[in-house]
């Protein structure tokens, strides 16, 4: 996972870092993912914003016209200016360093796929308003603004795997065009109501790309699987039923990858896994559920135990599999 999208949250509060959204962002961060979040829905006024979308560790997605309806006949504004800035879209506090959204990207009228089981949104009714298309919905909203930056990111990551949220924002704020006001006395907007600015897609991806190292793919590959049984548990006994297998990773795996699947959502059964040094490194305890599932980042090469413990079960048999991730070089 290296991308995620929030367009959910609240606005006019004060960024808190010790927000439990907040440390998750930044725990999020830390792993290397690029975090995204709608800057809100509450402008035109200050102070406006998503709080959760004013930490340093994520983006701040603002909204806009996906069309250039910019007066293009003033001599000021010919140089290709995409859209005008949305009036929900959320503002920042001026001079605040934390408190501003960090890119614009279409927001508004955005069609896309609905589910005909989700009576919020309307049916979308064709360009001509008459023409009803009801598997597609036209809404507005920061909240649409927000995928289109985390698709970008996508196309980012594809040209340059190598990029953090740093990166990202790096490259998609300094390829940004201005952002003017439509009406009335012209002016640029300000960091706090636009960030950067509209965001140039083809821009950033082109500036991703060209501080490019070596390119990168992931290879996946099986390791062994096997099969077991974990034997009857009694409910409220102190000591579970259970099946050990030793799995062995090989040198130079990035991730692995291992699971559990006995097909009985009736039956608890709950997932370790165990390092090298027989330390408990990671573990899985779904209820009502028919198989378990962990990945272990960059493992150290030996061998791994693997226990599959049952709770309340009869007699039950399993299958197990186990497969790595490898980073290597596009050839």
């Given at each position: ?14 960024f ?72 929900f879209?959320s ?35 064709g ?12 809404i ?44 009335g ?47 009857t ?30 097909g ?13 040094t ?54």
């Amino acid at each position: 996972m290296r991308i995620i999208s929030n367009s959910w949250g609240t606005s006019g509060s004060h960024f808190a870092p010790y927000n439990p959204i907040s440390i998750a962002s930044k725990r999020a961060y830390d792993f290397g993912m690029i975090v995204n979040f709608a800057a809100g829905n509450s402008g035109p006024n200050n102070d406006t914003l998503n709080p959760y979308s004013a930490s340093p560790c994520v983006i701040s997605v603002g909204a806009g016209h996906a069309k250039n309806t910019m007066n293009v006949a003033n001599p000021r504004l010919r140089k290709g200016v995409p859209g005008e800035l949305a009036s929900f879209s959320s503002r920042g506090i001026p001079g605040d360093q934390f408190h501003f959204p960090d890119i614009v990207l279409p927001g508004v009228n955005i069609v896309a796929a609905r589910a005909t089981s989700g009576p919020i949104v309307e049916p979308y009714l064709g360009k001509d308003g008459l023409s009803p298309e009801p598997m597609y919905s036209s809404i507005s909203g920061t909240s649409m603004a927000t995928p289109h930056m985390s698709g970008l990111t996508a196309l980012m990551l594809e040209v340059n795997p190598s990029l953090n949220l740093d990166g990202v924002l790096e490259a998609v704020t300094s390829t940004a065009n201005p952002m003017y006001t439509v009406s009335g006395e012209i002016r640029q907007l300000q960091k706090h109501e636009v960030g950067a600015g509209y965001a140039n897609a083809y821009a950033a991806v082109e500036k991703a790309a060209s501080t490019a190292g070596t390119r990168t793919t992931v290879e996946t590959s099986p390791l062994t699987s096997w099969t077991g049984t974990v034997g009857t548990a009694v409910d409220g006994t102190p000591i579970a039923a259970e099946h050990n297998h030793t799995v062995s990773v090989p040198t130079g795996a990035s991730a692995v990858r291992i699971k559990t699947d006995w097909g009985n959502p009736a039956y608890d059964l709950d997932l370790y896994v165990y390092d090298i040094t027989g330390k408990l490194i990671a573990s899985s305890a779904q209820g009502a559920s028919v198989a378990e599932e962990v990945v272990i980042p960059n493992p150290a090469a030996g061998s791994y135990r693997v226990q599959l413990k049952g709770w309340l079960n009869a007699q039950t048999s399993y299958k197990g599999t186990a497969e790595i991730d490898k980073i290597v070089p596009v050839q």
